[in-house]
């Protein structure tokens, strides 16, 4: 009997995340053995290609710079330059006109000089260079440090938060601060790295947003599962956790990074299976925040312009970039294993972002 409850439970789950139909009383038996099939994991899995074709602009001689999106990363500190460039760049190798890196004012000149193609702005404060001075200087520096940020927040189609941020309390205030000011000013931002340690102790920074994404790696998923839902990872209903946890935090969308790619925002859950590689070198999940952020960017534009009269599903521009951006990577990580084997690194992996899109979206 126990069983068996939870067999029809499970088979509620599926067709309440496939949206194949409403979950009270009455569920034919075709619909029903139709989740069934669905239990193998097959039907869960995103038709990635046809919403990287159909969210991609097409590249318009009438268009002007700014148009196909302008993105900005907060991240970067002492220990770590590499993460916001590889999220920056990636933003920029799959379209984006202008990417952005707002960082602490020492990891700035490293950034710069990885590439000229990014605007780096060497605004934030660790604590170890404001120890000398007391509440009032460190108030002033932060309302400077916000008033920076805010010259630029309503210009971006997308802000990530969190690559190689680092965890200095001091520079983690400011930016729940900036993070506070681009949901007021409805600016979708995607949270990974060390922003997700900073929302997963402070979730109502986020809770409720619906332009929020989180993209959490193996740990931050564990920390996340146990703050939210004060539990530990279920890998047997991996799906219906993920669709849990984003419903918890109010409809937020997570990414939750794996061997397969789950994201749900609370509504319905989907995979991204396809491609991929074995090679786990960091900064993979770098660029999938950066690419997330270009492909929600371009999603919300297309709803617009059709005013939520288009034909693809999911509908909501958070799953759209998330799933776009995962099958990206994953395709991008697949060739430049094909290639480099195991000496592929994640600059390797960038340098076929463009390629793989031309592969599923030919640019003319
Ligand atoms: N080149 C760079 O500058 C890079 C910086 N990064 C930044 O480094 C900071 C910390 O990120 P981490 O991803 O290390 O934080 P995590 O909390 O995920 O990882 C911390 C520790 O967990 C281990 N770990 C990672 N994945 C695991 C898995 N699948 N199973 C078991 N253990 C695992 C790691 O070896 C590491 O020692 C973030 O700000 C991140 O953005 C990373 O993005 C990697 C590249
Ligand atoms: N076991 C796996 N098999 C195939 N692909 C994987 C596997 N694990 C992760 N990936 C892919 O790599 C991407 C990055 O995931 P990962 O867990 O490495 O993120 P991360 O730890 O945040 O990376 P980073 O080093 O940039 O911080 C994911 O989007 C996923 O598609
Ligand atoms: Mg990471």
Redesign the pocket.
């Known amino acids: 009997m126990l069983a068996l409850s939870a067999v029809l439970r499970r088979q509620q789950f599926l067709i309440r995340a496939l949206g194949v139909g409403g979950s009270h009383g009455g569920i034919s038996h075709h619909r029903t053995m139709q989740a069934v099939k669905c239990m193998s994991g097959t039907s869960l899995e995103a038709d990635a290609d046809s919403i990287l074709r159909a969210i991609t602009p097409t590249l318009d001689r009438s268009r002007h710079k700014g148009q196909a999106g302008k993105v900005a990363v907060v991240?970067g500190c002492r220990?770590?330059?590499?993460?916001?460039?590889?999220a920056a760049i990636s933003a920029l190798k799959i379209g984006a006109d202008l990417s952005h890196v707002f960082c602490t004012k020492d990891a700035a000149p490293v950034i710069k000089s990885y590439s000229p193609e990014l605007i780096v702005h060497p605004v934030l404060e660790e604590s170890y260079s404001v120890s000398d001075l007391g509440d009032e200087d460190r108030r002033q520096i932060t309302s400077e440090i916000l008033a920076e940020v805010d010259k630029w927040m309503e210009r971006f189609d997308c802000m990530v938060i969190?690559?190689?941020?680092?965890r200095d309390p001091f520079l983690l205030e400011c930016v729940s601060k900036i993070m506070k000011h681009a949901r007021e000013s409805n600016v979708p931002i995607v949270i990974?790295?060390?922003g997700l340690?900073l929302v997963t102790n402070s979730i109502d920074l986020i809770s409720g947003y619906p332009l929020a994404v989180l993209t959490p790696?193996?740990?931050?998923y564990k920390r996340l599962v146990q703050k939210v839902l004060s539990s530990d990872i279920d890998d047997q209903d991996a799906h219906e956790q993920v669709l849990s946890l984003a419903k918890r935090i109010g409809g937020v969308t997570i990414l939750r990074k794996g061997k397969s790619d789950i994201i749900s925002d609370g509504e319905i859950v989907q995979s991204v299976s396809i491609y991929g590689s074995p090679r786990?070198c960091?900064?993979q999940?770098?660029i999938l925040s950066g690419s997330v952020a270009v492909f929600l960017s371009w999603a919300r534009q297309l709803i617009s312009a059709t005013e939520g009269n288009f034909t693809i599903s999911p509908t909501n521009p958070t799953m759209l970039g998330c799933i776009a951006g995962s099958a990206l990577l994953r395709k991008a990580a697949s060739l430049a294993f094909e290639n480099k084997k195991r000496s592929t690194l994640?600059t390797d992996i960038i340098e076929y972002l463009g390629r793989s899109l031309e592969d599923i979206c030919p640019a003319s």
């Open positions: 991240g220990e770590y330059t590499g993460a916001p460039y590889f969190g690559p190689g941020l680092g990974d790295g060390d340690f790696n193996v740990n931050e786990r960091g900064g999940g770098d994640t």
